[in-house]
């Protein structure tokens, strides 16, 4: 079983910057993703990172997020600069065992002047 619970969400005006965290219970956490979802919109992909530190972006991110993690603490980051109207949306963190894939609760971030 795992559990995942994100952190660092909040209102921030166009420009600025915000970090939020994904911790996870368990042992032997491999792949994250961060994912986000806007209001009348599907859930897309923003980032993920492997074990090893590896990670891809989406194109509407890259060059503004970086995703990172800390394997001691079972924590992955995604701190994100630059922000537009447009990332305005619910972040998820998601990883997978082969039994299921685990999703945290969310957490809201508001770009808004």
């Known amino acids: 079983q795992v559990q995942l619970v994100e952190s660092g969400g909040g209102l921030v005006q166009p420009g600025g910057s915000l970090r939020l965290s994904c911790t996870a219970s368990g042992s032997n956490i491999g792949m994250i993703n961060w994912y986000r979802q806007a209001p009348g919109k599907q859930r897309e992909f923003v980032a993920r990172i492997s074990r090893g530190g590896g990670a891809d972006y989406a194109d509407s991110v890259k060059g503004r997020f970086t995703i990172s993690r800390d394997n001691a603490k079972n924590t992955v980051y995604l701190q994100m600069n630059s922000l537009k109207s447009e990332d305005t949306a619910v972040y998820y963190c998601?990883?997978?065992?082969?039994?299921?894939?685990?999703w945290g609760q969310g957490t809201q971030v508001t770009v808004s002047s």
């Open positions: 998601n990883t997978a065992t082969l039994a299921r894939p685990y």
